[in-house]
């Protein structure tokens, strides 16, 4: 009996490989790591908002809308959370994308205002956290395009035949990838350098 136990527990690993399942696995954990990869670079750029928006403030305090936005959009990718296990829900992957673009444009915007302010561009602390940025939209779009390709590379899997049995069998579906319109949008990092050579506006210096 112990025999026919080994061989039907043989059989079944045989079985289930032939039909994909442990590339099912692998690929569905190449995934979650290329999201965690994803959510640890958004997390770097939302950690450098605090002390660039306080460093613009010491130059332009009364800049207060721009300000507010880039502190309350950062509230808000604070408050959207998506881990491997909900990575399945279009809905979350939609909130998701839109509060980071929210601060995406935030962010584009105080980096606007911050040109009208020569004193500000020459503080040190404001270049160190102006190079992070742009060093950290860098690496967000090279994390989206990593997630996007594994993504791509799990669903086209589990679609195919006998694989997509197995998926169906094991509760495997497709994973929701950033929309085409959105990766159009990040497709080019931001630019956030500053051209000192160009004059401020009256009354702009601090």
Not at 27 to 44: H, L, T
Request: aromatic share 8%.
């Amino acid at each position: 009996m112990t025999i026919v136990r080994v061989l039907l527990v043989l059989l079944l690993v045989s079985l289930l490989s032939g039909c994909g399942y442990n590339a099912i696995q692998q690929k569905d954990e190449a995934v979650k790591a290329a999201w965690s990869e994803v959510i640890n670079q958004y997390q770097r750029r939302a950690d450098l908002v605090p002390n660039l928006v306080n460093t613009v403030k010491g130059y332009a305090a009364h800049e207060e809308r721009v300000l507010t936005e880039v502190t309350d959009a950062r509230a808000r990718v604070g408050q959207i959370q998506i881990t491997p296990q909900t990575l399945n829900d279009p809905q979350a992957m939609a909130r998701f994308q839109a509060a980071q673009g929210e601060l995406s444009g935030a962010l584009s915007r105080l980096m606007a205002v911050s040109e009208n302010y020569p004193n500000l561009k020459a503080d040190s602390l404001f270049q160190t956290l102006q190079a992070q940025l742009e060093g950290t939209e860098n690496r967000i779009t090279v994390a989206r395009n990593r997630y996007v390709q594994a993504v791509q590379d799990y669903n086209s899997y589990i679609r195919q035949f006998p694989q997509n049995l197995t998926a169906k069998m094991f509760g495997y579906s497709v994973k929701p990838n950033f929309s085409v319109a959105n990766e159009a949008a990040i497709s080019t990092a931001p630019t956030v350098q500053f051209d000192t050579s160009k004059p401020a506006s009256a009354g702009s210096a601090h």
